[in-house]
């Protein structure tokens, strides 16, 4: 959950952008199915308020695929099989095209043997977790997606940036209320939310980043300085030592365990940063789940107490009347169903990297 | 992790410990088998200096066998069941008990499919989730466990306890150096931590517990006056929502897809308070899993990796010389072998406790 403030100049349409980050995606040599694939899951970003991961992304994919880093039309393969799981190597592409229909594979595993786990090393960035996890929902699967990102949060007592915000999705289907969507960064604050502090040029809560010396900070610009994000629970005082193991299981998931790059040897997803030398790994990884809730009891069952669960959470006793309780993944269904109605609202920086983005490639904007 | 600080008056060997705790099951009607198992999980824990959940909790089990809440030998059986999937009816057995045969059944499917998943219904506190997840290490398999349990967590925005401090284990097998082992309690701070605090009469940090208008406190008595605690990230300015969303997860799995009791109807583990009326479910709830490393990719290219990862994050730049940089899991390792060599310390009132037990069931302590 990101950037819900809003600094719009202008409103776009979502088939606006989508048109235009499809074309774009075609122009770097990517098929017509897979930009489809790839704008959908880049406008879902913008659609659910996630801003960071959207439309604002476009030109980092793109620089990518210039500084030859991402391949838009990989020859991705499965190169390790069981009953219930998998390893792809995703040859370079975007994670935004192979996490999809990784959760696929995922989810045909699980229709026969209950449940199925993919991971996927040699790819790039793959947008939101929620995308991927979300998937399993029409399925009546639970759906799970994680990825590890480039080094910005540093373990509990070091100063070095060793982690990424490796966020962490797990999706739930429910039967009449909206599905419980748990979708986090595993450090503090995600790296989006300290840009918007950036822009506005206000301090950070205290708990969100650490200087180059590892003393608790307030200045948004600290990264920029040698400083680092803290994990979630902030210093070891707090609880700083959940988030670094959190943020260190999706590391191990998404890399150890496909082969790819962990820890510091993240490839950057800047392309202005070079990945560095002698890299255990390939790419960044990624790994997705999907279970059959009725490989556990029936359906229904199931449906009938996540509606009552989240009924009962919804109503619990609240601190101040007019702050109701909020479900996991409430907040984004809502901004979905206002920008439905009411568009996308884009910043002057997104919307004039965009511009400059379209003047280059001499697609219309 | 919770509670290494060393309150202790008298040490004791691993052994003497374990032979009272197996002889107080067994006099509660617990078969050999069972009693060695469960007193083999509750000395985990004080081996790894997790001392709430060791021979601390043994007079509580005994009570809830008193009130009929739990049986001693129960005949736990599979509900449902797919190649990668089961559930288990724990006919109010301890999870100290049915949890890690549980996992062995997690293991076996892992062994004929790549993975195995099982979620437990109607079964009392399982002890520490390590215990159950570290059983898949010696199949080098990934272990995970997790359990819900009594409501003392307030939701963001909430000022009533309706999650417990459900805890997420994560084992992770390795070469030469130890296991990654992630175990968590999904609050910011354990209950252990609280009660510590409390004999001391200490101010807790902020971040831990809200008193019973939600408003942050440092008082450690605060959950006996109507507050609650924290979940993991703290209130909402720092990001309380991502442990309410981690609680919320652990709660689902462990509840919603094994039909057990969820959110405010987990049946309290204190004997003197009564489950609540109408319950959803049956009993409190686990869910475990077990991961075949080499569903994925070779073990030896995996544990090659994870002895890298080890090495390069603990030698991670330090914030202080004199602090190293740990990795998850290790400080309960180093306790243990502390423990092995010196006894495990007991305090004063844990001391008491064993005492009043042993007079009561006329065992010798």
New interface residues.
């Given amino acids: 959950?990101e950037s819900k403030i809003d600094f719009s100049l202008m409103t776009y349409t979502k088939q606006q952008l989508f048109n235009f980050t499809k074309s774009v995606f075609i122009h770097c040599g990517m098929n017509n199915v897979d930009a489809n694939l790839a704008a959908d899951v880049l406008l879902a970003a913008d659609m659910r308020g996630i801003d960071s991961h959207g439309v604002a992304r476009l030109s980092g994919y793109v620089r990518l695929w210039e500084a030859k880093r991402a391949n838009m039309n990989p020859n991705w393969k499965i190169i390790?099989e069981?009953?219930?799981?998998a390893?792809i190597d995703a040859d370079k592409g975007l994670g935004l095209t192979v996490a999809p229909k990784a959760m696929e594979i995922a989810i045909a595993k699980a229709k026969?043997?209950?449940?199925g786990?993919v991971?996927i090393q040699n790819s790039n960035h793959f947008g939101i977790a929620a995308y991927h996890a979300m998937i399993a929902l029409k399925h009546d699967m639970?759906g799970i997606a994680m990825t590890n990102a480039s080094p910005l949060v540093?373990?509990?007592?070091?100063?070095?940036k060793?982690l990424g915000t490796n966020p962490m999705c797990?999706a739930?289907p429910s039967g009449n209320q909206l599905p419980?969507v748990?979708d986090?960064a595993t450090s503090?604050?995600a790296n989006g939310k300290l840009e918007i502090a950036q822009r506005l040029n206000k301090p950070v809560?205290k708990?969100w980043v650490q200087d180059k010396?590892?003393i608790d900070s307030t200045d948004p610009n600290e990264l920029k300085k040698g400083g680092a994000l803290l994990p979630?629970?902030?210093s070891h005082?707090?609880?700083g030592?959940?988030?670094?193991?959190?943020g260190?299981?999706v590391?191990?998931f998404s890399a150890?365990?496909?082969?790819a790059n962990?820890?510091?040897w993240v490839p950057p997803f800047v392309s202005f940063l070079d990945p560095l030398k002698d890299q255990?790994?390939k790419g960044i990884g990624h790994f997705v789940g999907a279970?059959?809730?009725d490989?556990?009891?029936p359906i229904d069952?199931?449906k009938n107490?996540?509606d009552?669960?989240i009924t009962?959470?919804k109503n619990?006793?609240?601190?101040?009347e007019n702050?109701?309780?909020?479900i996991?993944g409430e907040p984004e269904f809502e901004i979905q169903k206002q920008r439905e109605q009411n568009g996308i609202p884009l910043n002057e920086k997104v919307i004039e990297d965009l511009k400059s983005l379209a003047d280059k490639l001499k697609i219309e904007f």
Avoid: C
Wanted: overall charge positive; hydrophobic content about 40%; charged content about 10%.
């Fill in positions: 959950m390790h069981t009953p219930s799981t390893t026969q043997v209950g449940t786990w991971a639970i540093a373990p509990t007592f070091s100063t070095e060793m797990y739930f419980v748990v986090m503090s604050a809560p708990g010396n590892g979630l629970g902030s005082d707090a609880a030592h959940k988030g670094y193991g959190l260190s299981v590391d191990i150890v365990l496909s082969g962990y820890g510091p255990p790994g279970m059959r809730v490989a556990f009891r069952d199931f107490n996540m009552n669960w009962r959470f619990s006793k609240r601190i101040n702050q109701p309780v909020i996991p």
